[in-house]
């Protein structure tokens, strides 16, 4: 890594976000006796299957390091919370956080490689990339309707709309400007 | 038991995020970019497709089609209208806003995702992670709102975003962190009685924490804000992952954080300042005294004598600034500098990375006026070579070229600048021998291998083009 500073940083707070939240998961757990939850199965296989995706084994070596301390951080707050602890929403709070620091890494790899030229392309295109929330957007609607809650269906419209704007706007200025880069062999050529 | 639809649609959700991490991969260069964008387009029509598809199945709305169709259908129609409008219309001068309002659009939509999914919930789904990464994403997501909406005003030199705030930096400072500690005792007493009302406690805060933190920032510092508020985006974008439990938004959310945090650590290097000082500093104080004598053995020159200059030269090399996109004085530039190609000189540019008000932005308006990107030369790329360059033209830049960050105790000491002293003949394009943003003076306009030719950057360059034109 060019930048050792940097996966420092970021290290640190990933184990940053992981103490808070198992701290907090482990002290509502104390608090409250055991309860069944139905856990949406919508989890499943996703996060274990990108580590495949990096592109260089570098990044699994960092991955290591960085998932490290949280087993350890997942060993004592589970030894904090052995009764009434639902395994199941630590497992698949873990495998959130887990995902999300790995796919830090893995976009440090990939975006470090981005030439300066091409900076703000890849800015507005990462930006439409963050339209993805119209996923979760669209998916709330139907959690709208089960609980016939008509305030967050109308929020959850406003939300699909804004991050559509994202997605189009962001695809579509990149395309824009991608399009106006262009070598001289090309324009010789044409 | 797990349905063999959920299986099929979790790992189409997981195919969509590889397609967005693949089609950053090929941003890496300029021959590969389109596609990558073409990629990243792919996988969100897939995402968005699954999503669409997950919500017909829902057994919820078996009953009640009409209504959630409807909605979904208008609000994409809507949001498309809008989002085409806005990249069609826009000029590339403008991209700097446009790419901070996108921030804060995204921002925006993270907040009310979150809020729609806490609002909708069951009260007894809302478990403590749920409750805190709704809390995240509402500080985030408004902050990233907020804040981009006062950088865009501020890119369009709108009067309502130059007032600064009337309170001293101590205090400005202190109201911050108490606001951040209210928004984490929010998030605690949502855990302790479940009273999500408390989250549109957060987002205001997060707005006014917008606000104040983007205020005192301006001028130069703008790239590292606008990369930040980036990365904010994103982060805000997984954070609603952790909300709706959808890992293709953490995944794709923590990318683009990631992009951002490389972007704002690459231009805080390249101006040589921390973080936390662009953050908190509210920009560099000009408490460097000024010497007037610097500039005693200050030389004019004409656009005849530069056209003259230019004339005999085998290498020239322009050196753009924000002065430049001010003057939108890039075609004019891309002109002259074919004209000079004609004669058989070799024309390159070298760009400062924080040239301009946003990462990459002068590579975009040089690019628009057809420049190639072969030209295009990077700081570390193009630094070792100054000596053997004829002329250097300097347009609208000005502390990226200050020798004086060579030396100890200035303000701008250790920031990396192009060496464009090092030329053989330098020619400073400017309105006046005025500083810029650090306040300080520039011992380069009064080199001895300097001449400078004063006036508006678009006229002076057509200038030199008239008059190498008549040679």
């Not at chain 2, 980036?230 to 959310?253: C, E, K, R």
């Not at chain 2, 939108?328 to 008000?357: C, F, W």
């Amino acid at each position: 890594m060019k930048n050792p500073q940097k996966t420092i940083w970021v290290k640190w707070l990933g184990f940053g976000v992981m103490l808070w939240a198992g701290i907090l998961v482990a002290q509502e757990n104390l608090d409250t006796t055991t309860e069944t939850t139905t856990e949406s199965a919508t989890e499943s296989a996703a996060p274990i299957d990108v580590p495949e995706s990096a592109p260089a084994e570098k990044v699994e070596a960092h991955e290591s390091e960085a998932v490290e301390p949280t087993d350890e951080e997942l060993a004592a707050t589970s030894d904090e919370a052995t009764s009434g602890f639902d395994l199941d929403r630590y497992e698949a709070l873990m495998a959130g956080i887990a995902v999300f620091v790995v796919s830090v890494f893995v976009g440090f790899e990939v975006i470090t490689k981005v030439p300066q030229t091409l900076h703000t392309p890849l800015m507005s295109g990462s930006n439409a990339i963050s339209g993805i929330t119209i996923v979760g957007a669209i998916l709330v609607v139907a959690d709208c309707m089960k609980t016939d809650k008509k305030i967050a269906l109308f929020l959850a419209g406003i939300a699909i709309a804004l991050a559509m704007v994202n997605v189009v706007g962001g695809f579509g200025v990149t395309h824009r400007m991608l399009s106006m880069f262009s070598s001289k062999k090309k324009k010789k050529a044409a | 038991m797990v349905e063999l639809n959920t299986v099929i649609f979790d790992i189409l959700y997981l195919l969509a995020a590889v397609l967005f991490i693949m089609g950053i991969k090929k941003m890496s260069h300029p021959r590969t970019a389109v596609l990558g964008n073409y990629l990243g387009i792919f996988g969100m029509l897939l995402a968005a497709g699954v999503s669409i598809l997950i919500t017909l199945e829902h057994k919820s709305i078996e009953n009640n089609l009409m209504l959630p169709i409807g909605i979904i259908i208008g609000a994409v129609f809507i949001g498309t209208m809008f989002g085409a409008m806005l990249f069609t219309r826009v000029k590339m001068t403008e991209m700097p806003q446009l790419v901070a309002l996108f921030n804060g659009v995204g921002g925006l939509a993270s907040v009310l995702v979150a809020a729609a999914s806490l609002f909708a919930a069951e009260p007894d789904a809302l478990h403590a992670e749920v409750l805190v990464a709704g809390g995240l994403s509402g500080l985030i997501g408004a902050v990233t709102f907020m804040g981009s909406g006062v950088a865009a005003g501020k890119l369009q030199e709108l009067d309502f975003f130059k007032k600064q705030l009337p309170i001293p930096a101590i205090v400005r400072h202190f109201l911050n962190l108490a606001m951040l500690v209210a928004c984490v005792w929010c998030v605690y007493a949502m855990i302790g009685d479940g009273n999500v009302l408390l989250y549109l406690l957060i987002c205001v805060l997060g707005c006014v924490l917008g606000y104040t933190l983007t205020t005192p920032i301006g001028g130069a510092d703008m790239p590292v804000v606008i990369a930040l508020l980036n990365s904010y985006s994103g982060l805000a974008a997984s954070a609603t992952g952790f909300v709706v439990d959808q890992p293709v938004l953490i995944i794709s959310g923590s990318l683009v954080g990631a992009s951002g945090i490389i972007l704002t650590s690459l231009m805080c290097k390249a101006m040589n300042r921390s973080l936390l000082s662009v953050l908190f500093g509210g920009g560099m104080a000009a408490t460097y005294e000024e010497d007037d004598g610097v500039y005693a053995t200050v030389k004019r020159t004409t656009a005849e004598d530069v056209a003259l200059m230019v004339d005999f030269a085998d290498r020239v090399v322009f050196v753009p600034g924000y002065g430049m996109a001010v003057a939108q004085a890039q075609n004019a530039v891309s002109d002259l500098a074919k004209m000079i190609e004609d004669r058989g000189a070799t024309v390159e540019y070298a760009i400062h990375p924080v040239a301009g008000r946003m990462p990459g932005h002068m590579n975009v308006l040089l690019a628009e006026a057809d420049v190639s990107y072969e030209q295009l030369r990077t700081l570390e790329d193009i630094n070792p070579d100054f000596d053997e360059v004829d002329i250097a033209i300097v347009l609208g830049a000005n502390d990226v070229v200050n020798p004086e960050a060579r030396k100890e105790g200035t303000p701008i000491s250790g920031m990396p600048i192009l060496n464009v002293d090092e030329a053989r003949q330098v020619v400073v394009i400017k309105r006046s021998l005025s500083a810029g943003y650090a306040g300080i003076a520039n011992p380069l306009f009064a080199a001895e291998n300097t001449s400078m030719l004063f006036g508006d950057g678009k006229a002076a360059i057509q200038d030199i083009s008239t008059a190498l034109k008549d040679l």
